[in-house]
């Protein structure tokens, strides 16, 4: 491995983000493929066996056909070396997607050319823009009819508040969608046959399309005038983002975007992390961003997801667990290069390792090589569903702690102890979630339970500078507060007028929806 600047160079650490549907599964498949990762079937429909197989790990995502796991995919394209963090595109599984969005560097996004903006897409771009994530715009299914995409793109800027800049532009649409227009290379390709025409004004466009390439000329001389040039640091500071049209699932359009992104999306960037932390400093640093329990059923440990932030990771390396104060060990970390999940030398700033351990990383965890940092950022969500723990056999109550601890510490759902009674109470962004984890606590615990509803609307942790005023404010109210898996205070209110009267009550009691792990 060269020197830790010329590597992170390389690297581009990106997510897609969509609406469910739009096509995110497929583009994944087609930039896979152009990385060389995986021999393509041709079409779509094997993809659920194919590309998840290397993908997903969970028996479940083949029942339900959902993506319930995320997973990390390397490729080299280009004399670059990509990593593309999957996220789960089903709704009940936001806090993870929103998790790995602190992992990126930039985002992919892709948009159905017929619905427009989508309610997922809107709220994973609230997320990005609290990073300033730089977004590249993929405008999807064109062999279909959809929307204008003058009124697209308008629909981005006015819904996404961020200003739109076409790279590419469709040449027709649906039953006539002949092909797209490269802006910056001033290139046409074909989407019949992928021909390549150099220049809008080649003849050759003539020959072939008499009675619509005017209109393109025009629509192409229109919108080169209407829009704002790239600029790459309106770009990079998540102002602007530059637009592509295509087709995922016909493989048409990627070359452009893929090209395109490569060049403009940015390597590692700083993170701050008490200071700012340069992606070519030569001393180790990474964040934990996620963890998966039992993806190997042959084991029963656990992965943590770090992200590189600086520095090279080797082998063998004895790091600092900045949470814990402990110099912990790490033989060998998974990497995730598409192909296989295979066994890696080194890695570099941009690139995610896997650390195998028994439950002694938590999400958020710092690693450095001795510098106590602790990269911020990385949040926790109140739940919107709580349902109580009823266990089956009274008898499995030790594996049900520990299957809940466990399973909890993953971040997908919250334990919460109340301070009164033995009731365990758990906390969803999602309602699958509960099924997703009544069937791993079957699975890998061997525990039968089932969820039962609670009159639970919503927590919040609370806080106080003043000890003595939290602790009046915990014995007032007992009775509605728990502990989280982290043994951090939370008040679960019953209702909304409950949770306001509470914080009128005690206005010096702060009341959050997010904890910064
Ligand atoms: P995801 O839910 O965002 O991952 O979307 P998928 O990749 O699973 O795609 C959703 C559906 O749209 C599938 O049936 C795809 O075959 C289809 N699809 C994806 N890309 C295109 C496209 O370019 N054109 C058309 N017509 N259908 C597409």
């Known amino acids: 491995m060269q020197d830790v600047a010329t590597e992170a160079a390389k690297r581009r650490t990106f997510a897609i983000i969509s609406h469910p549907d739009a096509g995110k ?37 083949q029942e339900r056909g959902i993506s319930v796991t995320s997973s990390v995919m390397q490729f080299p394209y280009s004399g670059r070396l990509l990593n593309l963090l999957d996220t789960p595109g089903h709704g009940d599984f936001s806090e993870d997607t929103y998790r790995t969005l602190t992992a990126v560097d930039s985002a992919l996004m892709v948009i159905d050319v017929a619905k427009g903006v989508e309610e997922r897409t809107v709220q994973l771009m609230n997320v990005c823009r609290m990073r300033a994530t730089p977004i590249t715009t993929f405008i999807n299914k064109l062999d279909r009819e959809g929307r204008e995409p003058m009124e697209l793109l308008d629909e981005v800027e006015s819904v996404l508040q961020i200003r739109c800049t076409p790279a590419t ?32 004004d080649n003849p050759r466009l003539d020959e072939l399309f008499p009675h619509e390439v005017d209109e393109w000329r025009e629509q192409i001389e229109l919108v080169g005038e209407a829009c704002e040039p790239f600029d790459r640091e309106a770009y990079l500071a998540g102002a602007l983002t530059p637009v592509y049209f295509g087709s995922a699932v016909n493989d048409f359009g990627i070359r452009e975007l893929l090209d395109d992104f490569v060049e403009h999306a940015p390597p590692p960037r700083s993170r701050d992390a008490g ?50 104060g402990k110099a912990v060990k790490i033989p060998r970390a998974t990497t995730f290069l598409a192909s296989d999940r295979s066994h890696t030398e080194t890695a570099a700033p941009g690139d995610i390792i896997g650390i195998h351990n028994r439950g002694t990383i938590s999400i958020g965890d710092t690693f450095s090589e001795g510098e106590a940092l602790h990269f911020t950022g990385i949040p926790d969500f109140a739940p919107e569903l709580f349902r109580r723990v009823v266990l089956r ?18 971040g997908a759902t919250q334990l919460f102890r109340p301070l009164l009674g033995s009731d365990w109470i ?23 339970c089932t969820f039962e509803g609670v009159q639970v609307y919503t927590a919040r942790w609370v806080g106080c500078d003043d000890p003595k005023m939290l602790e009046r404010f915990r014995e007032r109210n007992e009775a509605a507060l728990a502990y ?19 914080q009128e009550r005690w206005p010096d009691i702060a009341f959050t929806a997010t904890r910064d792990r």
């Open 275 to 324: 200071r700012e932390v340069s992606a070519e400093e030569g001393a180790f640093t990474g964040f934990v961003f996620k963890i998966q329990a039992n993806m190997d059923p042959q084991h029963r440990d656990r992965l943590a997801f770090l992200r590189v932030c600086s520095g090279r990771f080797e082998p063998g390396m004895k790091l600092h667990q900045v949470r814990t």
């Open 426 to 448: 758990v906390g969803a962004v999602g309602s699958l979630q509960f099924d997703v984890t009544a069937y791993r606590l079957r699975h890998e615990y061997g525990v039968e």
């Open 169 to 200: 532009w469709p040449l027709g649409m649906g039953g006539s969608f002949r092909g797209v227009y490269h802006f910056g290379l001033d290139r046409v390709r074909l989407f019949a046959d992928s021909e390549v025409i150099e220049g809008i």
């Open 25 to 61: 599964t497929t583009l994944t498949e087609k930039l896979l493929y152009y990385g060389g990762a995986i021999q393509m079937a041709g079409t779509v429909k094997g993809r659920k066996s194919k590309v998840h197989a290397t993908s997903d790990w969970m028996a479940m995502e």
């Open 484 to 502: 989280d898996g982290t043994g951090a205070l939370a008040y679960l209110a019953p209702n909304r007028a409950n949770l306001e009267l509470v």
């Open 393 to 410: 056999d009274p008898m499995r109550m030790k594996a049900l702690q520990k299957g809940l601890e466990q399973l909890c510490e993953e």
